[in-house]
């Protein structure tokens, strides 16, 4: 087994050889179909990247995130006006979640309307800006910011993708999160009172809607007049809503009792996405375990958190290298052993798993 030094400098080595020159992050280099750059993974590994001493990469990854949206200018004020108008919008309309590397758009068939990553880039790129204490980067990027503002409070209530690129008909409450996450954050370093009171409007809808039986659910839709519960069990994204987000505090009875739920539901040695998981059966994913461990720490309790961080220092392969889940607690091996067949093994190395490493070691150091 490595030692965390090992691993920790293997893990900024990776994400460092695999950001195109351009800034954007690879999801996984040697999986095809993780061949692109999503803003809500990237904003997550310049997170990382930043607590682990590579301030400079992490500007890169904002840089890139830039040049995306400076192109996307008539596109959203399209999409603005449709709404305004009340004309009907296609999914395929809005911006994308993912890019090419070099910032072109992704044409493929795959679900790409999801909003968190929008969320993440504001909040990452205030955390960034905190860090290095360059304010000057919030006249630089003004335009981008000020369009994902005005992107994401016109459409943050609109079903979408969630964070696994799945269930487009409902509302995902990791995925509020993200958005509450950027507003809450430029609001506040920018002292501006209307984007707080949007974060605070996004706030209240989760603690009234995203509720049940004292806990968070995993998404909500509307039905039959009103905003409830459609996927009633917990998801392990629902940690987000406490870290690194701040819609409730970690020791929030409500975020207590999901952590509880997922300890139940979802925890193995890792942790699992949510109960109904079948990609790749429904393994154990390296980056949420890094979360429950990064959570725990903030609860207080180390013993765990360091637990978590040595069963991912487990899961490297003889280069260092961190999957995106293991097959050690299957829900379903046929449901493996089909997507095997169909893709190969699970993407090796993500990147995503790889900065969540850095950030839970970088919290227990």
Same mark, same amino acid.
């Given at each position: 087994?490595?030692?965390?030094?090992?691993?920790?400098?293997?893990?900024?080595?990776?994400?460092?050889?695999?950001?195109?020159?351009?800034?954007?992050?690879?999801?996984?280099?040697?999986?095809?179909?993780?061949?692109?750059?999503?803003?809500?993974?990237?904003?997550?590994?310049?997170?990382?990247?930043?607590?682990?001493?590579?301030?400079?990469?992490?500007?890169? =990854?904002?840089?890139?995130?830039?040049?995306?949206?400076?192109?996307?200018?008539?596109?959203?004020?399209?999409?603005?006006?449709?709404?305004?108008?009340?004309?009907?919008?296609?999914?395929?309309?809005?911006?994308?979640?993912?890019?090419?590397?070099?910032?072109?758009?992704?044409?493929?068939?795959?679900?790409?309307?999801?909003?968190?990553?929008?969320?993440?880039?504001?909040?990452?790129?205030?955390?960034?800006? @905190?860090?290095?204490?360059?304010?000057?980067?919030?006249?630089?990027? @003004?335009?981008?910011?000020?369009?994902?503002?005005?992107?994401?409070?016109? =459409?943050?209530?609109?079903? +979408?993708?969630?964070?696994?690129?799945?269930?487009?008909?409902?509302?995902?409450?990791?995925?509020?999160?993200?958005?509450?996450?950027?507003?809450?954050?430029?609001?506040?370093?920018? +002292?501006?009172?209307?984007?707080?009171?949007?974060?605070?409007?996004? @706030?209240?809808?989760?603690?009234?809607?995203?509720?049940?039986?004292?806990?968070?659910?995993?998404?909500?839709?509307?039905?039959?007049?009103?905003?409830?519960?459609?996927?009633?069990?917990?998801?392990?994204?629902?940690?987000?809503?406490?870290?690194?987000?701040?819609?409730?505090?970690?020791?929030?009875?409500?975020?207590?009792?999901?952590?509880?739920?997922?300890?139940?539901?979802?925890?193995?040695?890792?942790?699992?996405?949510?109960?109904?998981?079948?990609?790749?059966?429904?393994?154990?994913?390296?980056?949420?375990?890094?979360?429950?461990?990064?959570?725990?720490?903030?609860?207080?309790?180390?013993?765990?958190?360091?637990?978590?961080?040595?069963?991912?220092?487990?899961?490297?392969?003889?280069?260092?290298?961190?999957?995106?889940?293991?097959?050690?607690?299957?829900?379903?091996?046929?449901?493996?052993?089909?997507?095997?067949?169909?893709?190969?093994?699970?993407?090796?190395?993500?990147?995503?798993?790889?900065?969540?490493?850095?950030?839970?070691? +970088?919290?227990?150091?």
């Amino acid at each position: 087994m490595y030692k965390e030094e090992d691993v920790i400098n293997q893990s900024k080595m990776i994400i460092k050889l695999n950001q195109h020159p351009s800034g954007g992050y690879v999801a996984c280099p040697l999986f095809s179909h993780y061949g692109y750059s999503w803003l809500r993974d990237g904003s997550f590994i310049a997170y990382a990247m930043d607590t682990a001493g590579e301030p400079e990469s992490a500007g890169q =990854f904002y840089e890139w995130v830039d040049r995306v949206l400076q192109t996307k200018k008539d596109q959203v004020q399209e999409l603005l006006r449709k709404q305004r108008e009340g004309i009907w919008i296609e999914r395929s309309e809005f911006l994308n979640t993912r890019y090419h590397l070099d910032g072109r758009d992704d044409h493929s068939d795959w679900g790409n309307f999801q909003l968190d990553g929008y969320g993440a880039w504001l909040w990452g790129l205030c955390e960034h800006i @905190r860090r290095t204490g360059n304010d000057a980067l919030l006249r630089i990027y @003004r335009e981008s910011i000020e369009l994902t503002v005005e992107y994401l409070q016109a =459409f943050w209530l609109f079903p +979408n993708y969630d964070c696994w690129e799945e269930f487009s008909d409902y509302v995902h409450p990791s995925t509020l999160a993200c958005i509450y996450g950027g507003l809450h954050a430029l609001g506040e370093l920018e +002292n501006r009172p209307e984007l707080l009171a949007k974060a605070e409007e996004i @706030r209240s809808f989760l603690l009234e809607h995203s509720v049940l039986e004292q806990r968070f659910v995993k998404s909500v839709q509307y039905q039959d007049g009103k905003w409830q519960p459609v996927q009633p069990g917990v998801d392990a994204s629902l940690l987000w809503l406490a870290l690194p987000f701040g819609v409730v505090e970690p020791s929030d009875p409500l975020m207590l009792a999901t952590v509880e739920a997922i300890e139940k539901e979802l925890k193995h040695e890792g942790i699992q996405r949510y109960a109904a998981d079948t990609y790749y059966g429904g393994g154990e994913w390296l980056l949420l375990t890094a979360w429950y461990g990064w959570l725990k720490a903030e609860l207080g309790d180390r013993e765990e958190a360091n637990r978590c961080l040595n069963w991912i220092i487990s899961k490297a392969d003889a280069l260092g290298r961190l999957p995106e889940q293991v097959p050690d607690a299957l829900r379903s091996v046929s449901a493996y052993d089909d997507w095997v067949n169909r893709l190969g093994r699970p993407p090796l190395p993500l990147l995503w798993s790889h900065a969540m490493l850095l950030v839970l070691s +970088n919290k227990l150091g």
